[in-house]
Nanobody, 113 residues
Framework: VQLQASGGGLVQAGGSLKLTCTTS????????TAWYRQAPGKQREFVAS??????KYSDSVKGRFTISRTNVARQVFLEMDNLKPEDTATYYC?????????WGQGTQVTVSS
């Protein structure tokens, strides 16, 4: 299974970006899809997930980020609003099919102050 993340870039604080993850395998309602991020010198951290129409967010992005997906198009989105410099990181999409999990290659998001 391949996951391709895109949509990263450079944005000013307060701005918005929308990340897209395109998967090579169909997404069922039971498929857990998620976004994680890793800032330089820090461990990878959970950002948001969606499974069975239940969405979860880390406290640091709750109210600013929205995860969604289109099963037919095999895409997972992360809409990021009111971005802050501390959101700067490489963002990775992740998908779990059964007991197997797969990761995309990451897309860089840089928020300038």
């Amino acid at each position: 299974v391949q996951l391709q993340a895109s949509g990263g870039g450079l944005v000013q604080a307060g701005g918005s970006l929308k990340l897209t993850c395109t998967t090579s395998r169909g997404i069922l309602s039971s498929t857990r899809t998620a976004w994680y991020r890793q800032a330089p010198g820090k461990q990878r951290e959970f950002v948001a997930s969606i499974v069975m129409n239940v969405r979860k967010y880390s406290d640091s992005v709750k109210g600013r980020f929205t995860i969604s997906r289109t099963n037919v198009a095999r895409q997972v989105f992360l809409e990021m609003d009111n971005l802050k410099p501390e959101d700067t990181a490489t963002y990775y999409c992740q998908g779990s099919w059964g007991s197997s999990e797969y990761w995309g290659q990451g897309t860089q998001v840089t928020v300038s102050s």
